[in-house]
């Protein structure tokens, strides 16, 4: 069974910056295409950011375009969302997702393992 770690979350002010970590599996993880997703309150889970096993290619949801990057690092085994220019719509609990495949993908079903999620709140 694949574990996936969260950490990171926290709570912020409009406009700050916060940095997400996920770490994967005790060997090196290369392969699997991964993914943060969220669910504010209220809402549906969202596609958030991805990456491809590669990092060659990723990919973002409209709201966090130009603010959200995220980024891999296989020799730690962890994956990082970079979270500018925060806003209160952005609260939400954060989850870390792998498929075992190392294509990107954006949809919840393409995602076989989860973590338990790290929760981000953004005061105005």
């Known amino acids: 069974q694949v574990q996936l770690v969260e950490s990171g979350g926290g709570l912020v002010q409009a406009g700050d910056s916060l940095r997400l970590a996920c770490v994967g599996p005790g060997r090196t993880f290369s392969s699997p295409a991964m993914a943060w997703f969220r669910q504010g309150p209220g809402k549906e889970r969202e596609f958030v950011a991805g990456i491809s096993g590669s990092g060659g290619s990723t990919g973002y949801g409209d709201p966090v375009k130009g603010r959200f990057t995220v980024s891999r690092d296989n020799a730690k085994n962890t994956v990082y969302l970079q979270m500018n220019s925060l806003k209160p719509e952005d609260t939400a609990v954060y989850y870390c997702?792998?498929?075992?495949?190392?294509?990107?993908?954006?949809?919840?079903?393409?995602?076989?393992?989860w973590g338990q999620g790290t929760q981000v709140t953004v005061s105005s």
């Open positions: 997702a792998a498929r075992r495949s190392s294509i990107l993908r954006t949809e919840e079903k393409d995602y076989d393992y």
